[in-house]
């Protein structure tokens, strides 16, 4: 299973970025999904997760910003972000798990400028 994430890019601060990710291939049932990040000089952490009963938890600092989505049919997890602050600045990294088994993709860089 490979997760293809896009959607990464420059912005300034205020502006806003939708990142995307796909499980190519078959159908998979997943079961989470989520969206972490690395900030430069950081250790990765959770921004945001989603079940399959789309139950979502968002990292604190992210909360009334972020909203995760996802098209389980398309094996597919969405991040839009929204009002974004150079805080943000980091590698976005999707991650998918089924049968306890976890799926990273390779990661899409967001810079986000003063």
């Known amino acids: 299973v490979q997760l293809q994430a896009s959607g990464g890019g420059s912005v300034q601060a205020g502006g806003s970025l939708r990142l995307s990710c796909a499980a190519g291939?078959?159908?998979?049932?997943?079961?989470?999904m989520a969206w972490y990040r690395q900030p430069p000089g950081k250790q990765r952490e959770l921004v945001a997760r989603?079940?399959?009963?789309?139950?979502?938890t968002y990292a604190d600092s992210v909360k009334g910003r972020f909203t995760i989505s996802r098209d389980t049919a398309a094996s597919s997890v969405f991040l839009q972000m929204d009002s974004l602050v150079p805080e943000d600045t980091g590698v976005y990294y999707c991650n998918m798990d089924k049968l306890g088994t976890q799926y990273w993709g390779k990661g899409t860089q967001v810079t986000v400028s003063s």
């Open positions: 291939g078959s159908y998979y049932m997943f079961n989470n």
């Open positions: 989603i079940t399959r009963a789309e139950s979502t």
